[in-house]
């Protein structure tokens, strides 16, 4: 059996020196698995998923992630190649002038030659239903557009692993269903951070609740 | 990128206190009202990138941006890069009040600068040409920026010769850097916005 | 915070703060002697000892300056012409030279310091009143507090940015896509500010196109104010008179 894909112990972590969000939390997404995570606002779970990306230092706790201890920058480099988050805010994702550069700066970052980096854009795009938003400007999308270019950016980067901060906020109905079929599809351990809780029983069965700083 | 305190000789301060006085007066009288917002946040902004380390083998370079500055603000850069290096004299005491004068000079005259030559190069549909010109024009800034500064030290004092020679040669990668940075930003505004940027048939 | 004011300088008039660090400041500027810049520096450096300023703040600014002003020396003092004072092997140092660099480094930290001291601790917003009560012309002060404003905004908006590009695999190199992504941050980070620029001047239209909102505070100005002031003019007579000392 392979480690599991995230293994958090005694996590703890406050903005500044304001109160702890998350206070000595563990938790455990063995490979494969698809689990949803609840909780309030406020209750940290974004905070969360940028601890387990090192996109912001815990100040105690240890992360381990595809079973090798995470601290510096440099472990996360290796994560990063992997381990996909849709941010809960598209125009914090995407900072690119137009759809197709957005999409294809993870491949290229991760070394693929610019056409292949260029291809695999277009096939993350038409995958999310946006085939023919390539040169789109992509400060003028529309919020729900917004979302799924945010998809295919992880898309591209072909992750084994997909952390998902609210996915369906914005997407009308079609959307939603497209975005249900693609992870459902998706060969990959998904964490999905949401209140549409019929989206959640949809793709998952564990089900973790975010309060006061630990998980049940 | 800056003078510190303490090296220029008095006159000197005060002569460039008058000259950035004038262009602040100058910048503001230009500035509208609804203009406001655009100074506020291109400074914002200039405040913000000045903080990005770009590594330079052991070392790191920090840009500049002021041929960008420029390019948006024309001579409203004055009063918008004053008041960046005011509050980075402030806040980190990087500068100071005393070289504040100097330093505007150092940054908003070779900015100003930028806004008329860009204007000048960039009657083109072409995002390549308006790219070509808009990194010509920053590394052209940025040699502006350096020329004065070491012009200030030789003013100073003709032994400041040599520091004077290292500021020049220290600063030849950011003017390559300066360059692209301007020519890949303005393409990109270019590309998403081109009526963000000055149009060169407008007045000025 | 001190609410009953025995910190000399959290009970200072912002007003009081700003006209001493600009007094101080064109003190040390104007001096043209060594030995008159000294009551300069050791102004701040005694108000911010009694004022237990946490100096370790200051450390790296300190280091970074003088040791600035150690390289400039080095490269500096070979060159200046004038009756000898020590040689060093081939390299003569002359009194002139000396007498440069040491206004250099007199003058440097005494600027630095005055305005660490005085402006530095008092929340910058604060400055903004102050200048405007004291016949800054309103408009530079409107566009001093908006940028003061939105710098901290700007700057969480470029962190999240970098954020986003590091999930993404950008680790910064020395190479031509390193380059190409700082440009890109750049182009997002002025195009974001532009657009948002557009926003706000939307929004003061629908305000009735005022343009400048300054919420006047009122300062108070108090006795120790007037001391603080005194002792500015203290200092300054005791540069002039080193200056000019028969
Ligand atoms: N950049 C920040 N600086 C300071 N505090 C922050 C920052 N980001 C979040 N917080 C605080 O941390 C706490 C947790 O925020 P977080 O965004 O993780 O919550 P969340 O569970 O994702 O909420 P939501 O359901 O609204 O998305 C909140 O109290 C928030 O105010
Ligand atoms: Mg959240």
Redo the contacts with the bound molecule.
């Keep these: 059996m392979s480690a599991p894909v995230i293994e958090v112990r005694g996590l703890t972590f406050a ?2 020196d ?1 109160p702890p ?1 998350l206070d000595a939390l563990d938790w455990v997404v063995p490979a494969g698995a698809r689990v949803g995570v609840t ?10 998923l ?1 601890l387990i990306m090192g996109l912001r230092a815990a100040q105690q706790g240890s992360i381990i992630l595809y079973g090798r201890h995470r601290v510096t920058e440099g472990d996360f480099y290796e994560v990063r190649a992997r381990m996909g988050l849709l941010f ?1 805010d598209s125009d914090d994702q995407l900072f690119c002038p137009t759809v197709l550069d957005d999409v294809a700066f993870g491949p290229l970052h991760l070394g693929a030659s610019p056409d292949a980096a260029q291809e695999a854009a277009r096939e993350a795009l038409a995958a999310v239903g946006l085939a023919g938003y390539e040169e789109r400007i992509t400060s003028r999308l529309s919020a729900g557009e917004k979302k799924c270019v945010a998809l295919a950016t992880n898309l591209a980067m072909q992750p084994d692993t997909l952390l998902l ?2 996915p369906t906020s914005y997407l009308d109905d079609r959307s939603r269903d497209r975005l249900l079929s693609v992870l459902k599809e998706l060969p990959a351990t998904l964490v999905i ?1 949401s ?1 549409d809780r019929a989206f959640l029983d949809a793709l998952t069965r564990t089900r973790y609740h ?1 309060e006061d700083g630990r998980l049940r | 990128m800056h003078i510190s305190e303490g090296i220029l000789a008095t006159p000197l301060l005060g002569g460039a206190w008058a000259a950035a006085a004038a262009g602040l007066v100058y910048g503001m009288r230009r500035t509208q009202p609804e203009d406001m917002p655009r100074v506020a946040l291109c400074s914002a902004a200039f405040f913000v990138v000045t903080f990005v380390r770009i590594p330079l083998g052991p070392a790191h370079l920090h840009l500049a941006a002021t041929g960008l500055v420029g390019i948006l603000l024309g001579w409203r850069a004055f009063p918008a890069l004053l008041v960046a290096l005011l509050l980075q004299a402030v806040l980190f005491q990087f500068g100071g009040l005393a070289v504040l004068g100097a330093n505007t000079v150092v940054m908003a005259l070779p900015a100003v600068g930028a806004y008329y030559l860009y204007r000048r190069w960039s009657r083109s549909a072409d995002p390549r040409r308006i790219a070509v010109a808009a990194g010509a024009v920053g590394a052209l800034a940025i040699t502006g920026n350096v020329l004065i500064m070491a012009a200030f030290l030789l003013l100073t004092d003709r032994a400041f010769a040599v520091p004077a020679l290292g500021v020049l040669l220290f600063h030849v990668p950011l003017m390559l850097v300066e360059g692209v940075v301007t020519a890949l930003a303005v393409a990109f505004l270019f590309k998403v916005r081109r009526d963000l940027l000055p149009n060169p048939e407008g007045p000025p | 915070m001190n609410a009953r004011g025995r910190d000399p300088l959290q009970s200072m008039d912002p007003r009081a703060r700003v006209i001493c660090a600009a007094g101080l400041c064109l003190v040390a500027a104007l001096a043209q002697a060594p030995v008159s810049v000294v009551p300069a520096l050791l102004t701040p450096l005694v108000v911010g000892l009694s004022a237990r300023f946490p100096f370790q703040r200051l450390l790296w600014t300190g280091l970074r300056l003088n040791g600035l002003f150690a390289l400039m020396a080095l490269s500096t003092l070979p060159f200046v012409p004038g009756p000898t004072w020590q040689t060093f092997g081939p390299i003569s140092v002359t009194y002139p030279g000396l007498s440069l660099v040491g206004m250099m480094v007199l003058k440097g930290n005494a600027l630095v310091l005055s305005c660490a001291i005085f402006l530095s601790t008092m929340e910058s917003p604060n400055l903004g009143h102050a200048l405007a009560r004291l016949g800054v012309p309103a408009k530079f002060v409107a566009l001093m507090m908006s940028v003061i404003r939105y710098i901290d905004v700007l700057q ?1 908006e470029h962190g999240r940015m970098r954020l986003a590009m590091r999930a993404r695999g950008f680790r910064p190199r020395l190479n031509w896509l390193t380059l190409q992504t700082h440009a890109l941050g750049v182009g997002a980070l002025f195009l974001r500010s532009l657009e948002r620029a557009e926003r706000v001047a939307a929004a003061m239209k629908c305000r009735g196109h005022q343009g400048l909102y300054l919420a006047t505070r009122t300062l108070h100005w108090r006795r120790r104010d007037t001391a603080w002031i005194m002792l500015l003019v203290a200092v300054t007579a005791g540069m002039l008179w080193l200056e000019w000392k028969p």
Excluded: I, M, R
Aim: hydrophobic share 25%.
């Design positions: 903005y500044g304001g969000v909780g309030p606002n406020a209750s940290g779970k974004s905070t969360l940028h809960q901060d609210e951070v209140h975010l | 969480e």
